[in-house]
Structures are given as structure tokens and as C-alpha cells.
């Protein structure tokens, strides 16, 4: 089973800053089937990003994936007041297995 | 609009049973393989089970194999999971959600709202 952990645990940034999301896996990623979800209180998870880098219908380009193999990281370029959530990442490669997650909280 | 509503969650004690139903609109759904996956109370995320677009093929986490049964009802575009020998660590909150379409990746692209299963006495 490929691990994923993913860093900083909580993100405290403010508006219109740069975020930067890190996702570690165990091993080689295949295809770089990766993806990035979005996850606000209350709400189910929502399709952010897939295979490492193209962005789901609807999702603003301020998002940005990237990386292969082993360290995947997301971008949002510059944080919206609705961009506040924690973010899984998720291989499925094979099996599906999920990072721990990221919190961006507000600063 | 591609809509997935989940039923079926609900207080039970340590090795009772529950049965999960979602009912998906939307889309085709004898085309797609569909999943279940959990969330515990403030934990992440963790795949349950998953079923192929015909229903012949069923994968497991170890977690819940001899116990989760997942299937399909293409008639009513409902998909089940039975839950049996519950417990505590089975507390979640279960998600359907539906694969995208490529066969042997479970990337999810749309996700139901979710029901709350909690197992205690």
C-alpha cells in the first residue's frame, strides 16, 4: 500500500497569499495518478486536481499541481476567502489510499 | 446534474449490522464502477470498498473484508454497502462516490453528502 503524508499539517496564511501544499508518497506514484481534493466543515470532499497536474471542471487556475514519481505538491497562487479548507491528496494508482491532509486557516 | 444521496447511517451497538443505500441520478450508472469511502470524526480519509460498473468485481480494504458487503442495483441506481460484525473503530462518516471512468483508477469525481454510521453502547 502506498502511504501518503502529506505537509505542514496547518497552513496559517492570510488573503491573497501563496499557499504551498506537499505530498510525500512511499513510492513511485504510477502514471502520476495523483489527485487533490477540497474539503470544507460539513461538506464532502470535492475534485481539485488529477493526474498530478489538470484541474477538474470548474476549479480556478490560481490552482496549480505539480511533480511526479514521489513529491507532489499543490499551489494556490493567491488565497480567496472561500480557498479556507483542508486539502487530501490521493493516488490511484491502484488501490486508493489518502494523505492525512492539510488545514489553510485563516492568519 | 450528477446527484448522489446516501441513506442508511445510524446508531448501532458493537457487532450489530446496518445496511448503507445511495441512490445516484445524473448519469449512467450501469457505465461507472463506484466506491465507498469513510471519514472518522476530525480524521482523514480512508477507502472502504469498491465495485466495478457490472458488479462483478468487489474490492476491499483489510480493514473491513469478511465483514463490508458493497453491490449494485442497476434497476434502481443504487448502490449498497452491508455492514456486519460492526465496530467502534467503524465510526465514520460514509461517502459514495463515483470513479471517473478509467478502469483500475479510483479517481472520484463526484461525491453524496454523506451518512453518519456510529457504533457504541
Known amino acids: 500500500e502506498i502511504v501518503l503524508t502529506q505537509s505542514p499539517g496547518t497552513l496559517s496564511l492570510s488573503p491573497g497569499e501563496r499557499a504551498t501544499l506537499s505530498c510525500r508518497a512511499s513510492q513511485s506514484v504510477s502514471n502520476n495518478y495523483l489527485a487533490w481534493y477540497q474539503q470544507k466543515p460539513g461538506q464532502a470532499p470535492r475534485l481539485f486536481i488529477y493526474?498530478?497536474?489538470s484541474r477538474a471542471t470548474g476549479i480556478p487556475d490560481r490552482f496549480s499541481g505539480s511533480g511526479s514519481g514521489t513529491d507532489f505538491t499543490l499551489t494556490i497562487s493567491r488565497l480567496e476567502p472561500e480557498d479556507f479548507a483542508v486539502y487530501f491528496c490521493q493516488q490511484y494508482g491502484g488501490s486508493a489510499t489518502f494523505g492525512g491532509g492539510t488545514k489553510v486557516e485563516i492568519k | 446534474e450528477v446527484q448522489l444521496l446516501e441513506s442508511g447511517g445510524g446508531l448501532v451497538q458493537p457487532g450489530g449490522s446496518l445496511r448503507l443505500s445511495c441512490v445516484v441520478s445524473?448519469?449512467?450508472?450501469?457505465?461507472?464502477?463506484m466506491s465507498w469511502v469513510r471519514q472518522a470524526p476530525g480524521k482523514g480519509l480512508e477507502w472502504v470498498s469498491g465495485i466495478s460498473a457490472s458488479g462483478g468485481n468487489t474490492y476491499y480494504a483489510d480493514s473491513v473484508k469478511g465483514r463490508f458487503t458493497i453491490s449494485i442495483d442497476n434497476s434502481k441506481n443504487t448502490l449498497c454497502l452491508q455492514m456486519n460484525s460492526l465496530r467502534a473503530e467503524d465510526t465514520a462518516v460514509y461517502y459514495c462516490a463515483k470513479e471517473s471512468g478509467v478502469i483500475g483508477t479510483p479517481l472520484f469525481d463526484y461525491w453524496g453528502q454523506g451518512t453518519l454510521v456510529t457504533v457504541s453502547s
Open positions: 493526474g498530478a497536474s
Open positions: 445524473g448519469f449512467t450508472f450501469s457505465t461507472y464502477a
